[in-house]
C-alpha cells in the first residue's frame, strides 16, 4: 500500500508532508521534522501509516481517497484534518 502513495500532500491547517522512500523505509518529511511510517491494516480493511520514529511516534495517518484525489485523514480527540495529493 505504501507503494500507492503520492509523492507529496498538503494540509491547508497543517502544511505539507513530502512522502521519501529510503530503500524499503518510507519517511514523511514535514519540513521541519520527519518521521519513518509503519503500515497497518485494520480489521475494516482501512490501511493506517503510523509514525515510528522516536519522539514523533504514534501519529496516524488513514490512507483514503476524497474528490477523486489520494489523501490522508490525521485525527486527534476533536479535529480531523485531511492532507490532499499535491500537483
Known amino acids: 500500500m505504501v507503494s ?3 509523492a507529496r ?3 491547508v491547517e497543517l502544511g ?3 512522502v521519501v522512500r529510503r530503500g524499503a523505509a518510507t519517511w514523511f518529511d514535514f519540513g521541519d521534522w520527519k518521521s519513518e511510517v509503519a ?5 475494516d480493511g482501512t490501511v493506517t ?3 515510528s520514529s522516536p519522539g514523533e ?3 496516524e495517518f488513514v490512507v483514503a481517497n476524497k474528490d477523486s484525489k489520494k ?3 490525521l485525527r486527534d480527540a476533536q479535529y480531523e484534518y485531511v492532507f490532499m495529493e499535491a500537483e
Open 57 to 59: 511516534d504514534g501519529y
Open 71 to 73: 489523501s490522508l485523514v
Open 4 to 6: 500507492a502513495l503520492a
Open 39 to 43: 503500515s497497518r491494516r485494520g480489521d
Open 9 to 11: 500532500y498538503r494540509s
Open 16 to 18: 505539507d508532508i513530502q
Open 49 to 51: 501509516l503510523v509514525s
